[in-house]
């Protein structure tokens, strides 16, 4: 089994929907979960952080962390073409940048 | 502009040609480390560096090298290329090892082994 895992989609949704992409796990020592967003042809950059259990919310973007059920989740509100993207999810059990564990990412069309 | 930058964009090689993707920030950052991008495996480190003259294995790092001679560097070497080393490289940079919330990634490198 996968440490996490991510339905790769693809997932395409009407201009101003709401979008949600999600991720399981399997390790229930992680607590400090990403979301990543790349665009075609680009690297990934981080869109999203945060530690333990909880929503935080940017904007239009809102991440939600359930521990009790290894389950972790990006809301895009009122979706926009530039929204199209793969979305990955990222997490550690302890702080470090080489401790990520990372999702295989949803690919995101958003259609105008 | 802040950024990560990697050479070539795209190489075309054959196997057993010995190639070196390079990696430069210029954020004076102390980690950096590289990953492969592969489809239904998502992202996994190659090697990692915490400082000059600092590196460490990450997940999948046999038949790769990698040097840290200058902070702003951190190449990586393919002495002998292998078709199943055709993948989709990133190099990434992060203040320090701890900062997770702030690691910038490059362009990647697209690579095909024949």
């Known amino acids: 089994q996968k440490e996490v895992e991510q339905d790769p989609g693809p997932l395409s949704v009407p201009e101003g929907a709401i979008v949600s992409l999600n991720c399981t796990y399997s390790n229930s020592a992680f607590q400090y979960f990403m979301w990543y967003r790349q665009y075609s042809r680009k690297g990934p950059e981080l869109l999203m952080y945060t530690y333990s259990s909880g929503n935080k919310e940017d904007g239009r973007f809102t991440a939600q962390v359930d521990k009790s059920s290894k389950y972790i989740s990006l809301f895009i509100r009122d979706s926009q073409p530039s929204d199209s993207a793969t979305y990955l999810c990222?997490?550690?059990?302890?702080?470090?940048?080489?401790?990520?564990?990372f999702g295989t990412g949803t690919r995101l069309t958003v259609i105008p | 502009e802040a950024q990560v930058t990697q050479n070539p964009r795209y190489l075309i090689t054959v196997t057993g040609k010995k190639l070196t993707v390079t990696c430069s920030q210029n954020?004076?950052?102390?980690?950096m480390s590289w990953y492969r991008q592969d489809p239904g495996l998502g992202l996994r480190q190659i090697y990692y560096?915490?400082?000059?003259?600092?590196?460490d294995k990450g997940d999948v790092p046999e038949g790769y090298k990698v040097s840290r001679k200058e902070k702003r560097n951190f190449p990586l070497i393919l002495e002998s290329p292998s078709p199943n080393q055709t993948s989709l490289y990133f190099c990434?940079?992060?203040?320090?090892?701890?900062?997770?919330?702030?690691?910038?990634f490059g362009p990647g490198t697209r690579l095909t082994v024949l």
């Open positions: 990222a997490m550690s059990d302890i702080l470090g940048a080489n401790n990520l564990f």
């Open positions: 560096s915490m400082n000059v003259e600092v590196t």
């Open positions: 954020m004076n950052h102390e980690y």
């Open positions: 990434a940079s992060s203040p320090s090892l701890a900062d997770t919330d702030t690691q910038y």
